[in-house]
């Protein structure tokens, strides 16, 4: 028996998580948020959100929701990898953990219960920052218009993290600029 897409993602939901994404100064705050919606409304096993490191060059999970702590420790998610989604750029969707030799963890998925996975990245100007990991305990069929639907949360969600280091990065040139002397700061 051949597996028909279906749609997991409606506008409501859509509204409601881009709406959320809008709604927070708190990245870590935002990010737990945002798995939480994704597998409360999606209906999916669990969802992690990870960002990029540059020096360790791997991905560092900032929340999920719906996995255990013994698979979130399986080992590091490293980048270098011609499959991961963080490379490439685009969405990477495994319908069937078992039999794909891409999965780096195919044991741990397995006790896990995790069947399928969609790993979207999150970027920035078209510039990977990090990638949002949805995981499904059945076999998935992914229906198109949900993939664009998450690859646009996961844009979204690009622009929100950029912004929020942006404004932090302000914040703290701004109390710099505080504590300079007042002779320093003329001509500014």
């Keep these: 028996m051949k597996l028909e897409p279906v749609r997991k993602i409606h506008f409501r939901e859509f509204k409601a998580i881009s709406r959320a994404l809008l709604a927070y100064d708190d990245l870590r705050l935002l ?10 409304f ?24 719906g996995i255990s702590e013994a698979y979130l420790r399986k080992g590091p998610v490293l980048v270098d990898d011609k499959y991961c989604a963080f490379v490439t750029g685009e969405p990477v969707f495994i319908e069937n953990f078992q039999n794909d030799p891409r999965v ?10 995790i069947i399928s996975m969609l ?45 929020n280091g942006l404004r932090n990065f302000l914040d703290k040139v701004k109390v710099a600029m505080e504590t300079l ?6 001509g500014l």
């Design 104 to 113: 780096q963890y195919p044991d741990a998925a397995a006790r896990e219960g």
């Design 31 to 40: 990010a737990t948020h945002i798995a939480e919606h994704i597998c409360h």
């Design 42 to 65: 999606f209906q999916v096993r669990g969802c992690s959100i990870m960002l990029f490191d540059e020096r360790e060059r791997q991905l560092f999970r900032v929340s999920s929701c």
């Design 181 to 186: 002397p007042l002779r320093m700061l003329k």
């Design 119 to 163: 790993s979207v990245p999150v970027k920035y100007r078209g510039a990977p920052i990090g990638l949002i990991r949805i995981y499904h305990n059945e076999l998935w069929r992914l229906d198109e218009e949900d993939l664009d639907s998450f690859c646009l949360l996961a844009e979204q969600m690009g622009m929100v993290i950029e912004n």
